[in-house]
T-cell receptor, first 111, second 110 residues
């Protein structure tokens, strides 16, 4: 069974730009969660989508948004990028509310 | 608020046993997870506790005391490949919203 895939793996953007990251969950998994990982703040929850509906949301500004499609694939968008948005963005999928399988992440650098 | 504490770093010797502690104070509790993360890689699931007691899985065991807001991960017969960060995470409600601790970087020495 294929694992969680994320594209792109690496991305360099300029302050003020916007970015869209993509996540394809494990086949059959309907829950997709997004996390931001930085050396200073560690792993922080962004949001979770289940069957195309946002089920949980973390404490991030409205510049961070996401969506989920009918095939469970998910995208997250960050608008008006700031230097502090430089991070590893991890996507995790789950069959129900239990073990989450993480993808390899997208390394975003904002200059 | 949410507060999850675990030691920043630990060092142990190959073949030994190490215990990584995690204490939490969170609004709502619906299970505690332990993940392993090697440098430059994604976290991988190790264990899940929702009831008090010990869960054993091979060389890894995890313990939970909900009344004390305390958990530990026990690693036996340490191997060099166990050098990694170990993340404690609490799930607050139905769904998959996890709050992670800062992680414990374990270094296994020969």
């Amino acid at each position: 069974k294929a694992g969680v895939t994320q594209t792109p793996r690496y991305l360099i953007k300029t302050r003020g730009q916007q970015v869209t990251l993509s996540c394809s969950p494990i086949s059959g998994h309907r829950s997709v969660s997004w996390y931001q990982q930085t050396p200073g703040q560690g792993l922080q929850f962004l949001f979770e989508y289940f069957s195309e509906t946002q089920r949980n949301k973390g404490n991030f500004p409205g510049r961070f948004s996401g969506r989920q499609f009918s095939n469970s694939r998910s995208e997250m968008n960050v608008s008006t990028l700031e230097l502090g948005d430089s991070a590893l963005y991890l996507c995790a999928s789950s069959l129900e509310s239990y073990e989450q399988y993480f993808g390899p992440g997208t390394r975003l650098t904002v200059t | 608020g949410q507060n999850i504490d675990q030691p920043t770093e630990m060092t142990a010797t190959e073949g030994a046993i190490v215990q990584i502690n995690c204490t939490y104070q969170t609004s709502g509790f619906n299970g505690l997870f332990w993940y392993q993360q090697h440098a430059g890689e994604a976290p991988t699931f190790l264990s899940y506790n929702v009831l008090d007691g010990l869960e054993e899985k091979g060389r890894f065991s995890s313990f939970l005391s909900r009344s004390k807001g305390y958990s530990y991960l026990l690693l036996k017969e340490l191997q060099m490949k166990d050098s990694a960060s170990y993340l404690c995470a609490v799930r607050h409600n139905a769904g998959n919203m996890l709050t992670f601790g800062g992680g414990t970087r374990l270094m296994v020495k020969p």
